[in-house]
């Protein structure tokens, strides 16, 4: 269904809690699709990422039994029966590079593919990893559609980290393999979210070491996933948006049921807002946010946070001075070149914007309402949206209802904080 959102200057308040970690659910769901017995996923994300991931697992021969707010899922102890056909990832990237990696451990061929959008994601160096390691593969490009035959042995492999989730593929599938592997990693973006990987192979127990820049992997193989019952913590990257929204609004929230212990790397966005002028008090199940006067610009390095670049643009053009969003080249490979969309569309709203190779350079700008375009990715479509909170006149986002993929709820829980969306 396309939806078109038209938003309001509006000041936000009120109380939120934002739904669970797509990371923590995609792994969640693959580790349990390989482990031997019933894994047990108390308030996953239900989204179409977290659902595309749900639907390689069954695929890979997992039974599946969803409820709203549990997911059952009996493994394949390491041995996928993977049924005919292509499997369908729709637009999710890491469900493609995890169920990929986790693909060549079957001796049949899997095919993958999804949307529009996922056919311009980077797969090469997976691909190229685990035809290191004896799979053999094709695809278009080093793009979906692809296919993997496996299977793989332990042995040397090298891959690439320009997104951290060509790492987890390789580490999530190597400890169920015959013989042990060495994997070098180059050019690493994102560690937080390999640390993630890391923290879901310490609670599987498996045996692995690794160097302290987490660029060379020795990792055992023969071993097993075992079964589990967790509590996917909530999103840092989607509690980025409510936080924005504040910021930009000079509005007060509470956001309810953040775990700043969990190894999400977009927590840091409130320590980079905080730097802006924000006020944040964390407390147990509540951080209360507000703006106290105008927001500061400030240089900020989202290496290790590019899924915050486009609301953290948009915090930019409310903010004095000069904010300088530097070193994430990743974000031009997610699924758009946000770094390009934000500018050309921030641009239409008359941000003083300037883009870099790796990065943005925002002046603080009065905003106008326009139409503007989501480019079918649902952090933009919400951080226009925010930026349509404080911009003079009516702003439309185009294809807003891409937010679904990580925030189903993104309209009606803004709504119910003052925003004023409406739908057509």
């Not at 239900?46 to 695929?59: E, H, K, R």
């Not at 994997?183 to 302290?212: A, C, G, M, R």
């Not at 106008?368 to 949206?385: C, F, K, N, P, Q």
Request: hydrophobic share 40%; net charge neutral.
């Amino acid at each position: 269904m396309v939806l078109n959102l038209e938003i309001n200057k509006s000041k936000i308040h009120g109380e939120i809690s934002v739904p669970g970690s797509k990371s923590h659910t995609i792994r969640a769901v693959a580790i349990g699709a390989m482990a031997d017995g019933v894994s047990k996923i108390h308030g996953p994300l239900i989204s179409g990422d977290t659902l595309s991931s749900l639907a390689a697992a069954a695929a890979f021969g997992a039974e599946i039994d969803k409820k709203e707010n549990l997911w059952t899922i009996r493994g394949v102890a390491g041995k996928p029966k993977i049924k005919f056909g292509v499997i369908d990832v729709g637009n999710s990237g890491t469900s493609l590079r995890i169920f990929s990696g986790l693909a060549s451990i079957a001796s049949s061929k899997v095919e993958f593919d999804g949307d529009d959008s996922l056919r311009t994601r980077h797969m090469a160096p997976v691909l190229s990893a685990l035809e290191m390691l004896g799979a053999k593969t094709t695809s278009n490009n080093g793009k979906c559609p692809l296919s993997i035959q496996g299977p793989i042995r332990g042995g040397k492999a090298k891959v690439e980290g320009k997104s951290s989730q060509f790492v987890t593929a390789v580490l999530l599938a190597v400890p169920l393999i015959e013989g042990d592997t060495e994997l070098s990693v180059f050019n690493l973006n994102e560690k937080p979210y390999v640390e993630i990987t890391l923290d879901w192979l310490h609670k599987q127990k498996i045996k692995f070491e690794h160097s302290e820049n987490l660029l060379s992997f020795k990792i055992k193989g023969g071993q097993s996933y075992k079964p589990f019952e967790m509590t996917i913590p909530a999103d840092f990257s989607t509690a980025t948006f409510p936080l924005v929204a504040a910021a930009v609004t000079s509005g007060e929230v509470v956001i309810r049921n953040l775990d700043f212990n969990d190894r999400q790397g977009d927590k840091d966005v409130f320590k980079y807002l905080e730097k802006m002028g924000m006020d944040i008090k964390r407390g147990f199940d509540r951080t209360i946010v507000k703006t106290v006067g105008k927001l500061k610009g400030a240089d900020l390095d989202l290496n290790s946070t590019p899924d915050a670049l486009p609301a953290l643009a948009v915090a930019g053009c409310f903010a004095e001075g000069v904010t300088r969003l530097l070193n994430v080249p990743q974000a031009r490979i997610k699924e758009t070149d946000r770094i390009a969309c934000m500018t050309c569309e921030l641009r239409k709203m008359g941000a003083q914007v300037e883009e870099l190779p790796d990065g943005m350079v925002i002046k603080g700008s009065k905003l106008r309402g326009t139409e503007v375009e989501s480019y079918h990715d649902h952090r933009i479509a919400m951080a226009l949206a925010i930026a349509g909170l404080n911009a003079e006149g009516r702003t439309v986002v185009k294809n807003a209802e891409s937010a679904a993929v990580t925030y189903p709820d993104f309209v009606s829980d803004f709504r119910k904080l003052g925003a004023n969306f409406q739908t057509g």
